[in-house]
Structures are given as structure tokens and as C-alpha cells.
């Protein structure tokens, strides 16, 4: 019974302890703070100084030397993707443009997606002051210009507000996707495809749309147009400046405009529409055909009423 009464209570443990903290934190006697003496701190200071001073340059080192390798203007690697594909405006989620002339509703979000590609070729937007300058006629702008691209060139049809949707012959818009450091080439006068032997011209890509397969050419009629029909000039190309974001939005992706002439109605029309230049090379199977990139759209018109004048 006599140790239970001498044992130290909670409160005598706590005053005890917080003495001893108080010590350990400043120890008067010795001088020391937190256990050490002023010499102790100023060793252990200098020790990490010199330690993370290492280890900081050392990594500024490993970076700068990966930095060497690295080019700010473009990426290192382009993956496997080393010729462009072809791609179309408008697009719809299910892959089928189903419109009826008669009514503006149904073909209003493709008009919507045409008219943002018509104002973001603004000529305000284009202007010298911007840096931009006419590219025609030579091949391709100075260093650290961009060219200008004309949307009057798309033609009379597709144009604002309908794009022909209302007169059930609808635009589309055509271009190649950015692929840095690609470049076209002209083919040579014994290899020109027989399919744009007609519209080919030399410094330009070509762009050819018919029937799927050429299964059924009785639903594209004659009236079917591109503009330009020559297709896209070589000086757009190469695409440059992928990773920076000023240069990206400076360059001004140009397009080819068609104007289908569809003569069936309330059927899908499946449509194949190819660009035709020496650099666009079947690669492990993606393309089946040399010298094209492919895509496929399908069309479907509703009836309009009879009155309806085209």
C-alpha cells in the first residue's frame, strides 16, 4: 500500500514532462537549443546546404541535358502518324447526314459547323499587320508568317447561311489533318491517277468525291462541284509549330469546298471522298489504295414538299 501513495500522480507526471521539454528546448546551463549547441546547428545547416546544393544541380543537369533533345517548336516523335488523313465538316454522331431541304432545323448543326470554319477564315483575322501574307504564287511564307487563305475560293454555293442545305445540294468542307513536317509532292506526268487527271495540277494536292466504291453513280448527278477544283496548294505545308500554341492558332487550315449534286431522296447515299498526291503512301494497311487517304460520309435526304424550288 505504502508504493500506491509514493507513485507520482497524473498531474506531477505532466509537470515533470513539461519541464523537461522546456529543457530540451532551451537548456540555459549547456546553451543548447533543441539539443544543440550554436557549432552543432551551424554543422548540421551546412551539411544540407551543401547536400541539397548537390542535389539541386544535379537535377538542373539531367534536365538541361534532356532539354538538348527536345525541340520547343515541335514534338521529338510523331508516333506511327506520318502522313495526314483526310477529315470532313460536317460531321453527325451517327455517322449519317439526314436532313430535309424544307426544314432549316433539321440541317441546322451542320450549317453550324460549317459556319464556324467560313468565320474563322474572316479576312479581319487575316490580316498583314497579324502577320499573314498572300502565299500565291510562291512556295510557301517567309519565316514567321503565316498564309493567308481565301474563303471566297470555296465558291458561289458554299457560302452563308444555308450551304446549300436548303436547296438539297449540301457543302462540305474538306481538309488533311496537321502532321508536322509532312510535305506534299507532285506526282510524275506518267503516274498522275486517271481519277484527277483532268482537275490535276501541278503544286497541288487533289481531292476527288464520287459514289462509294463506284456502286452506285446514278445518286451523285453532274452538277457535283469542288472548289477550288484544283485542290490545295503545296505552300500550306509543312504544318509547323504542333506545340506552340500561338503558331497553332495562327496557321490557317485550308480547305477544299463540295457542293453535291445527291439525286435520291428518303435513301442513304454513301459518298468516298480521296486526296491524291505522291506523299500519301499505303502504310501497314491503313490505306488500301497508293497515293490516297479515304473517308467515307453518308447522306440522306428527306422528301420536300413539292413547291419547294431548288
Known sequence: MGGEENKPSFMDNVRTNWAAFRIFVWDSEKGEVLGRNAKSWAQITLFYVIYYACLAAFWAGLLYVFLQTVDLEKPT??????RPGLTNTPKSEDGIIKFSAANNNDYAKYVDQLQAIWDSLDPANQTKEQGYVNCEGTAGPPTGKYCMFNREKLGEYCVPPDFGYDKSKPCIFLS??????????????SEIPKEVADVYET???????????????EQIGNNTRMYPSGGVPFYYYPFVGTTNKTKRAMYKHPYVAVRLDLLEKEKDITLQCKTYTASIEPLAGLYTTKFESVIKLIFHLSKEPVNLML
Open 77 to 82: 516523335y510523331s508516333s506511327y502518324v506520318s
Open 176 to 189: 488533311l489533318n496537321r502532321v508536322v513536317e509532312w510535305e506534299p509532292e507532285d506526282y510524275e506526268a
Open 203 to 217: 503544286g497541288h494536292i487533289a481531292f476527288k468525291c464520287g459514289s462509294y466504291k463506284n456502286k452506285h453513280p
